[in-house]
């Protein structure tokens, strides 16, 4: 079934190129044109995807983003925001906002396309891996869920991709940079600080509840999931 994308961009021209394109590789389109219509539309039915301009009316991006990523049921849909803004880029894809992937404008539709469809790759891979667990915890990289002892938690996509890196090298080391790599995608390293790696590493552990102290600090190196531990 074709993958449904929510469009959001207030300037028609703009938004009628995105969908243009996007309709020609094989997605479906739905649109808003203000961050409060992106809300609205996200809540009736959760899309795959969002693409979501930075510069809207009413809400902007950033507060619609923070938004999805505040409720439970559209925390974890991939978004990739649009914006013009560079020196905006840290705070999008780094924990404040929390988007997935972003372009700068003026972009290329078939840049954006193909962005779309890294970050759906990342999200649902074509074959997924087995079920991953350690102890209490069980993570379903197919169905994009976490369970602590039996129970449903809600991750964030980063935090999900940052404990199935964990848990893929359980016992093995990984470096920060590793996980800014393959977390935040090849072009991010240089531009979030590898602090956001621990941030998200804490905020996870919290989440953990008592199995987050498997997730062992090396020092001056990155992080290794213990596995030898009851
Ligand atoms: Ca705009």
């Known amino acids: 079934m074709a993958r449904e994308v929510l469009v959001v961009e207030d300037e028609p021209d703009i938004r009628r190129l995105i969908v243009l394109h996007l309709e020609r590789d094989g997605f479906r389109c739905r649109t808003a044109a203000s961050g409060s219509d992106a809300l609205r539309e996200v809540k009736a039915a959760v899309p795959d995807l969002v693409v979501l301009d930075l510069m809207l009316p009413e809400l902007d991006g950033l507060e619609v983003c923070r938004r999805l990523r505040r409720d439970a049921s559209t925390a974890s849909v991939p978004i990739i925001m649009l914006t013009a803004k560079s020196d905006e880029v840290d705070r999008i894809v780094g924990l404040e906002i929390g988007a997935d992937d972003y372009v700068g404008k003026p972009f290329s539709p078939k840049e954006l396309v193909a962005r779309v469809r890294a970050v759906l790759r990342r999200a649902?891979?074509?074959?997924?891996?087995?079920?991953?667990?350690?102890?209490?915890?069980?993570?379903?990289?197919?169905?994009?869920?976490?369970?602590?002892?039996?129970?449903?938690?809600?991750?964030?996509?980063?935090?999900?991709?940052?404990?199935?890196?964990?848990?893929?090298?359980?016992?093995?080391?990984?470096?920060?940079?590793?996980?800014?790599?393959?977390?935040?995608?090849?072009?991010?390293?240089?531009?979030?600080?590898?602090?956001?790696?621990?941030?998200?590493?804490?905020?996870?552990?919290?989440?953990?509840?008592?199995?987050?102290?498997?997730?062992?600090?090396?020092k001056s190196v990155g992080y290794r999931f213990e596995t030898d531990q009851l």
């Open 124 to 218: 649902h891979p074509d074959h997924p891996t087995p079920l991953l667990s350690a102890g209490p915890i069980a993570l379903d990289p197919a169905r994009h869920a976490v369970t602590l002892h039996g129970q449903a938690i809600v991750l964030t996509p980063k935090e999900f991709d940052l404990l199935q890196a964990l848990l893929e090298s359980a016992g093995r080391v990984l470096s920060r940079e590793f996980l800014l790599n393959r977390v935040w995608g090849y072009a991010r390293a240089d531009v979030i600080e590898s602090r956001t790696v621990d941030v998200h590493v804490r905020r996870l552990r919290a989440k953990l509840g008592d199995a987050g102290s498997r997730i062992a600090t090396v």
